[in-house]
């Protein structure tokens, strides 16, 4: 099944969207202390409400779940209310295969200039990442990313970095999505996590 855009029309009125880490605590039973351990499987995790649908935008929205098919389907989300504020900052790249972590080595970025602020999203091989500092490139073009998040997947050398109009592959998180009916519109509330 073909990974869908979420329609432009379905805005939400309202949404909480961040990540949930993979995280795990042992605490002692004797002084309380704890040790958090971290593990690769962060996931994005959606919810959003959207604004009361007039009849061509329940429409719209009752196709969409359709193509969803519940669970099996795939959307991607991009976030309306971020902006790259940085303009043109070059055709980034990803520099080398096989990388991992929490840290991403790319090229291609215009020389010697800040290229992402903290807080800026980017995607690359399907995977969205926030920036949880400010990024420089170097005389060459050159970056090394830091990533909110654990790379799940290795992305190919040469693979592109989408920073102009990132966006998340996610799924809805029920099968069962009804939406709410009144007097001459509709609503419904939505839940979605990552997919992959």
């Not at 991607?76 to 980034?92: A, E, K």
């Amino acid at each position: 099944m073909a990974t869908i855009d979420w329609p432009a029309e379905l805005a939400p009125q309202s949404s909480e969207f961040g990540v949930a880490y993979n995280d795990m605590a042992f605490t002692s039973i004797f002084s309380n202390a704890q040790q958090i351990v971290s593990f690769p499987g962060d996931y994005w995790q959606l919810s959003m409400t959207l604004p009361p649908l007039g009849r061509d935008k329940e429409r719209l929205l009752a196709a969409t779940l359709g193509r969803l098919r519940g669970r099996t389907g795939w959307f991607r989300f991009r976030d309306r209310r971020y902006r790259h504020t940085l303009g043109d900052v070059g055709n980034p790249i990803v520099d080398g295969a096989n990388q991992t972590g929490i840290r991403l080595q790319t090229r291609l970025w215009k020389a010697s200039r800040l290229v992402l602020r903290a807080g800026d999203y980017i995607t690359v091989a399907d995977q969205m990442f926030q920036m949880p500092e400010d990024v420089e490139s170097d005389a060459n073009g050159d970056a090394l990313l830091p990533l909110n998040m654990w790379i799940r997947e290795a992305p190919a050398s040469a693979a592109p970095i989408e920073y102009a109009s990132p966006y998340c592959v996610m799924r809805l998180a029920s099968s069962g999505n009804p939406i709410r009916r009144q007097v001459g519109q509709a609503g419904i509330t939505l839940q979605a996590r990552e997919a992959f």
